[in-house]
T-cell receptor
Framework: KQEVTQIPAALSVPEGENLVLNCSFT??????LQWFRQDPGKGLTSLLL?????REQTSGRLNASLDKSSGRSTLYIAASQPGDSATYLC??????????FGAGTRLTVKP | GAGVSQTPSNKVTEKGKYVELRCDPI?????LYWYRQSLGQGPEFLIY????????DSGLPNDRFFAVRPEGSVSTLKIQRTERGDSAVYLC?????????????FGSGTQLSVL
């Protein structure tokens, strides 16, 4: 059974810092991995989608990497801002129906 | 519509009651998913529709849970004889064609509280 773990569970940093969020998964037979952002009381917003054949994806200040063989992904956030405060979830997809989420990392960026 | 719409945003009910949760996907999206998210956890898969049919309902926890999508657009998740353990956020997502490489677009969810 696919298990997805996110470390740390919570992270607090001062504004302007660069930071890394970690995601690990136990079964490397995945089609893609997706990073989401979730604000309190809201749904999930897709940030980056990495196909299994790709190593990384970038969007603005965000960069996500994927090492499928070791079962790891990282989300790098550059020059963090208070507006980045949210919960970040990673999810791995094996087929149309099987998308497994981690429990998330709750990020707080202090002004 | 512009995004996935879920109603109601909050639902409070008493143990043993019946509830219906509605999801209106992005127009034209053929794939629709229901997930359940408990506090402090990631979403867990419940059911997946491709068009009008439930392609996979293996995530439904028991026979008190049922979902329909009769016209291939709006979907309703139905919970009978609600229990306190059913309290969670119920999320709906849609994607254009249900292909594995597609992004899923999520609604804001329905917070269900069973007293």
């Amino acid at each position: 059974k696919q298990e997805v773990t996110q470390i740390p569970a919570a992270l607090s940093v001062p504004e302007g810092e660069n930071l890394v969020l970690n995601c690990s998964f136990t079964d490397s037979a995945i089609y893609n991995l997706q990073w989401f952002r979730q604000d309190p009381g809201k749904g999930l917003t897709s940030l980056l989608l990495i196909q299994s054949s790709q190593r990384e994806q970038t969007s603005g200040r965000l960069n996500a990497s994927l090492d499928k063989s070791s079962g790891r992904s990282t989300l790098y956030i550059a020059a963090s801002q208070p507006g980045d405060s949210a919960t970040y979830l990673c999810a791995v997809r094996r087929n149309n129906n099987d998308m497994r989420f981690g429990a998330g990392t709750r990020l707080t960026v202090k002004p | 519509g512009a995004g996935v719409s879920q109603t109601p945003s909050n639902k409070v009910t008493e143990k043993g009651k019946y509830v219906e949760l509605r999801c209106d996907p992005i127009s034209g999206h053929t794939a629709l998913y229901w997930y359940r998210q408990s506090l402090g956890q990631g979403p867990e898969f419940l059911i997946y529709f491709q068009g009008t049919g439930a392609a996979d309902d293996s995530g439904l926890p028991n026979d008190r849970f049922f979902a329909v999508r009769p016209e291939g657009s709006v979907s309703t998740l139905k919970i009978q004889r609600t229990e306190r353990g059913d309290s969670a956020v119920y999320l709906c997502a849609s994607s254009p064609g249900g292909r594995i490489g597609e992004k899923l677009f999520f609604g804001s969810g329905t917070q269900l509280s069973v007293l």
